[in-house]
């Protein structure tokens, strides 16, 4: 299997030049844009790693999908989705014009920017609590108690982070935000740079395919349901506007960080942890898509 | 089964009264809403029914599913999605003013009317021929040559589809449909009238479940690979602008047609079809809906 | 006072190769791109004459001011106004996405092509009727008996009018406009072919400053209080989305067409006819634009 | 002339109840709608009054007549609408989601919400000298002395202002203004929480009216082709999304504020203080529109 992967990787390098490194904090330009690194782990525990896969990576959006988790675990599913809708939208990550149209209600789902704030939002306690909440959820999920964030790169985000600021003061003016709306932010600055490597990714991405459970543990950290909603809104909107062309192309349940990092299921199947930090116009890992769309055919891993 | 069949729709009998027959058209306005119709077929080639399940109905937006299919095969896929792309969208079956902002390019996907009509232009043929290759591809999925269209029906479709109209003299304007405006649109009318029973949906169904072919059947009508493309299109799009939540409540491939049918697939298990008038506020059968959620659970069929 | 004239059209002159002529039928291409033309003609029957006054040229959109015009006169400010805003839009003259937004109504005004067509549309008569009936009042106001529309691009219109035919069946759709589309965009596309010279123009451009009377006659065409309307819709909305900046820089009430025409009136003092075909990126001519800002200080005509 | 002030106002009284208070802001909510006052003071230097004249009220968007001046004293007029465009809109005062599509780079105008904040951006000096600044040209003009704000309004306003805020992050994002997004706020707050009366207001038109010079003062507050600029752009944008049926129906270029207010200027006559609080559905003065009405019939003061 690890020659498989490698072999994978050495196709798809040649994407890394059609790609460009996030640019918007320097801690992010920085990224060397020539690692490639994958983590496989299945549902029997084995796990195959190829490339720079032991290189750490700021999670970025991949957190949404453990903020979402956590909102639902705290307020349950119709609480959440009261704020925040399920539908996947054709707009960019980013973008939050239609929350200023005159019959708007709330963000399309949870998976884009303005989503994922409302998610934090809904997190309970202060903008602190909330963030270590979700910061142990992960040590959690991962069994991994040294993982935290980079500090330098929250401060950036923070610093440089008007446009989510934008979004959140203008949900917060609609109702659909509560609470002190720096200290929300604060708390989604940092869970964006919580730090991982593809280990950690896959095994969220297992958790997931395991229906909520940890392999092998005994306790169930959550309700085995919000697995299936976390994997249908992976699938309609975990790659942006990208993400119905993944599907076809792809047809595995993930979700993308501007870090250049990839989470995906395999329902009742896998786990997969994808880096590579240069990107595509979507804001995707380009180098990760093309891994992905080889691993699908390969392994004949699309739920399609 | 059947008795599954009905104690489900019976559970959900109370729907119908917080839904709304289709009423732009009279022939569809007069629809009878206490019709309540379905039928499954799996791989064995067993066929289940319940309650009124050989009604006729025009197959509208389902035929959204055929006219993609026939495009791909004409063209393939890459050229038919330069024209469409492949992404969901969180507005309205019918709206098109994206395409009217400076920096669109295409209709967001295939399954909403814009996209639809991008299909249909791209089916080879006049627009006689056109319709008569999508008609005659129906026979020989459902293995049912008797299939034709409503001609009341296609003439109110006509005279009412001021909007399709408006929104294919925009692609024309932009380059993305070419020929005879009027003719497509004639041929989309038409494609909209055909009447099929809950059987044929089934069939239809089962026909992608199988990979494009028909059960038991020695020859593929196309490649095997584009059941992979349109489940996944169905899956991010198939319930408009409710695709979202549909996924995560039933996470069946789906689509809908606004005279109150449902096709299902169940990819490499079964075809479902559906069939109750009454619909909710995006379009999608509200009795429909509640059945597919109950029989997705009942029957484990929820791909994620 | 020719002399003035003559000397702010060379100082201009330059401008033409900043501009591009109109090229999307072919007629309107081939226009020549050098010829600058104008005429003032005063309350007191003087007329003043510079460049290549006498070439005609199509009157465009400047026949927006007429179609509206007339359509208050058949039916009233109320009527008209009920199916079109008053109100100044920022975006481009062919933009109608705002109409396909849910809480839309009407279009923004009778400057932009969508408001132009419900004008037209309000014009009593067939289409053929209502284009003669709009040909007669421009010739009675001109006091002009030959003017007449130009087949060749009339066709050209119609053939590659797709957009408006798209905003035309979506008001159609809408309920904005009544009665065959086909026939009205006829009417509209016609008068658009519309040849005029410059002091045509500066005849209208008089009219409406001497409250809808030709100068010197007894009877009036129409009730004075329309020349009122109009000439605030010019100030507000004349100039497409360049409106608001040319109102500073001219200050003048004006209207300009695609064939490089503006209309121009100095309330109670003074119509302007203007005439060159390179046009600036919001479709009003560049040369035009340049010497009417210098027009205005020389001669003090800005109404702010 | 009091006594046809005092006429019109009392044909217009009726209009109260058709209107409502404006009510975010608890201070607002409170102001008596029966108030009606009016002040005219012309060229010569006579001053007519009518109603309530005498009551104080927030001086809201009016000041953003006063943070333009200001902005383009310390810029230029080009560098300001480098930042701002000129162009009216068909949106409300407060609406921002153009700024969020991909081809946007300003705000239409400098009479709305964002385009005021840019002004206020460009202003010189820290937060607190903004302000101090502006009042301080507000106390010229009017030769009151005495003007201040009010600080139970302006921290209303700062506490609910989070749209205004959104809008001022998401350019900060785009780089439209720089600075302290929360001092230029502030500054902004503060201007909107100026008290003023119908005289004051009255003598903010006549120095506009007057090319920028307080009557029979010998100094010159700015370069007088600021108030041309100002002019124009009340005419074409003061009144929000009403201003092009203003234009029509009234005729007379004004600015309206949200505690009831309308500044009005008829070039080289005449200034013009209203104030009622309620407002209609565009946040205008509705008892004011009417008066402004019968106003510019009544004297002949329309432009048009």
């Known amino acids: 299997m690890e ?131 979700l910061l142990n959820l992960i040590r959690k999920i991962t069994e991994n108690p040294n993982i935290t964030y980079n500090e330098e790169i929250y401060l950036s985000e923070k610093d440089t982070g008007d446009k989510n600021r934008a979004m959140a003061y203008l949900m917060k003016n609609m109702g659909i935000i509560e609470g002190n709306v720096e200290a929300i932010l604060d708390s989604y600055f940092k869970q964006c740079a919580i730090e991982v490597d593809c280990l950690d990714i896959a095994k969220i991405g297992l958790f997931l395919a395991n229906r909520c459970r940890v392999l092998n543990s005994e306790t169930s950290l959550c309700d085995e349901n919000i697995s299936s909603i976390i994997t249908a809104i992976m699938t309609t909107s975990g790659m942006y506007n990208f993400s119905g062309e993944y599907a076809v192309k792809v047809g595995i349940p993930s979700k993308s960080g501007v870090a250049g990092g990839i989470l995906a299921t395999v329902p009742k199947k896998m786990g997969i942890g994808l880096f590579c930090p240069a990107l595509d116009q979507y804001g995707n890992s380009i180098v990760g898509y093309g891994i992905m769309k080889d691993l699908s055919k390969e392994l004949k891993l699309s739920i399609f």
Do not use: W
């Not at 992967?5 to 050495?10: S, Y």
């Open 3 to 133: 020659n498989i992967l490698e072999t994978i990787i050495e196709k798809n390098r040649y994407l890394v030049n059609k790609g460009k490194v996030a640019d918007y904090i320097p801690a992010l330009a920085e990224a060397n844009p020539n690692y490639i690194g994958i983590c496989l782990m299945d549902m029997e525990g084995n796990i195959y790693k190829a490339g720079d896969y032991d290189k750490k990576f700021t999670i970025q959006s991949i957190s949404k999908v453990i903020s979402l988790m956590l909102a639902i675990m705290d307020n349950g599913e119709e609480k959440v989705f009261n704020k925040v809708d399920y539908e996947p939208t054709d707009e960019p990550f980013n973008s939050f014009y239609k929350l200023d149209l005159p019959h708007s209600i709330k963000p399309s789902n949870p998976m884009i920017n303005a989503g994922a704030i409302v998610a934090t939002s809904l997190i309970k306690g202060s903008g602190e609590e909330k963030f270590n909440r």
